[in-house]
């Protein structure tokens, strides 16, 4: 529970007390469905598939063979786990914020909107780490792969500005 001067308060008298742990929530989820859509689902990447990425001196996993499916189900285990705190830590954080009407919290605009902004924030930081600076996967790789890149970064943007739309409209 957050106190200031020892009175304790919740996240709806706060000034956007919200957007830490929705962000933080939006981060862990749009991470979540990143990996289970992209690399388990559509098995369009894992975390070291990329080819153009050994300027960096990250070695290349070939998902083709049975070692580097391995050593990229591996990495693809320590993303999820990444995304996984960060969930819970994102929950911990509402919880410790929001002392009373926690279902009112749940049902508003303004978490919701700022669990958009974290998704898009992380499409964007993910993007532009591991797509562009980092190289060690692509959305979807081939002759297409930076409008796949493109299209996520664009996605992102577009989750980070419904986001902040969405929390206007709500009360913090």
């Not at 960060?86 to 669990?115: E, K, P, Q, Y």
């Not at 992380?122 to 792969?145: A, R, S, T």
């Amino acid at each position: 529970m957050a106190t200031t001067a020892g009175r304790a308060r919740s996240a709806s008298s706060a000034p956007d007390g919200l957007r830490l742990p929705g962000i933080v929530l939006g981060v862990g989820l749009g991470g979540f469905l990143d990996g289970i859509v992209l690399h388990q689902l559509l098995q369009w990447h894992h975390m070291l598939t990329s080819t153009d990425h050994d300027h960096i001196g990250v070695r290349y996993y070939d998902p083709h063979t049975v070692s580097g499916l391995e050593m990229n189900t591996v990495w693809d285990g320590i993303f999820h786990t990444v995304c996984w705190v960060a969930v819970i830590a994102g929950l911990g954080i509402l919880h410790a914020r929001v002392t009373r009407d926690r279902r009112a919290v749940w049902a508003s605009r303004a978490l919701w909107g700022w669990i958009l902004a974290g998704w898009g924030l992380f499409n964007l930081v993910e993007g532009l780490l591991d797509h562009q600076i980092l190289g060690i996967h692509h959305v979807h790789g081939g002759p297409y792969q930076a409008w796949w890149d493109a299209g996520f970064l664009l996605l992102g943007g577009l989750l980070v500005a419904g986001g902040l739309l969405l929390r206007r409209g709500g009360r913090a």
